[in-house]
Nanobody, 124 residues
Framework: QVQLVESGGGLVQAGGSLRLSCEAS????????MGWFRRAPAKEREFVAA????????DYTDSVKGRFTISSDNTKKTVWLQMNGLKPEDTAVYYC?????????????????WGQGTQVIVSS
């Protein structure tokens, strides 16, 4: 089993920054690519960013490109999401996800493991 624990969420003013962390424990040898998703109030869960098992290939949803950066430490199986220039529309619960395949994907159903989420609130 794999456990994912997110941290770093909170309340921030528009234009501010937050750094989310996701630490994997348990059978971490079984995870490779990792990603971040978010669910805003009354909306479907959506893809935010993903990083390949090698840490080289990254992908972002268009709305966060140039503002968010995903990174990982494969040794510790930790992934971070640096969020700059936050906007009220970034308000959501952010979830970390992981899969045993190195190739990244934007599809949530292709991730095997999920964290409990961390709340991000951006005030205007």
């Amino acid at each position: 089993q794999v456990q994912l624990v997110e941290s770093g969420g909170g309340l921030v003013q528009a234009g501010g920054s937050l750094r989310l962390s996701c630490e994997a424990s348990g059978s971490t040898f079984s995870i490779s690519a990792m990603g971040w998703f978010r669910r805003a109030p009354a909306k479907e869960r959506e893809f935010v960013a993903a990083i390949s098992g090698s840490g080289i290939i990254k992908d972002y949803t268009d709305s966060v490109k140039g503002r968010f950066t995903i990174s990982s430490d494969n040794t510790k199986k930790t992934v971070w999401l640096q969020m700059n220039g936050l906007k009220p529309e970034d308000t959501a619960v952010y979830y970390c996800a992981a899969r045993p395949i190195a190739r990244i994907t934007t599809r949530d159903y292709e991730y095997n493991y999920w964290g409990q989420g961390t709340q991000v609130i951006v005030s205007s």
